[in-house]
């Protein structure tokens, strides 16, 4: 069982910064597809970005340019650099990983949930 704790939440006004951090309790970067996903209040769950076990990324038309998904060289950590901040941008964010073949932005394909860190950006 893989387990995924998320870090690096919290206030900030627009046009500010915050570092996600995605934490695994086992190396599991290693041919896994890793993502963000966030979840505004009334609104569904969106895919923001996702990393593939060679390095491709894709990102959320809404984010492109402001964000960056990252994984460290041990492959036990994904962070999301997130720049630019609006009030829009305001969720709980989530860190999930695919076990399987490709590596699509969407939440059913995704095996492994953590918890998530709550995101608000102030106008």
């Known amino acids: 069982q893989v387990q995924l704790v998320e870090s690096g939440g919290g206030s900030v006004q627009a046009g500010g910064s915050l570092r996600l951090s995605c934490t695994a309790t086992k190396s599991t970067y290693s041919g896994y597809c890793m993502a963000w996903f966030r979840q505004a209040p009334g609104k569904e769950r969106e895919g923001v970005a996702s990393i593939d076990h060679d390095g491709t990324t894709t990102y959320a038309d809404s984010v492109k340019g402001r964000f960056t998904i990252s994984q460290d060289n041990g492959q036990t950590s994904l962070y999301l650099q997130m720049n630019s901040l609006k009030p829009e941008d305001t969720a709980m964010y989530y860190c999930?990983?695919?076990?399987?073949?490709?590596?699509?932005?969407?939440?059913?394909?995704?095996?492994?949930w953590g918890k998530g860190t709550l995101v608000t950006v102030s106008s």
């Open positions: 999930a990983a695919d076990a399987g073949w490709g590596c699509e932005l969407s939440e059913d394909n995704m095996d492994y």
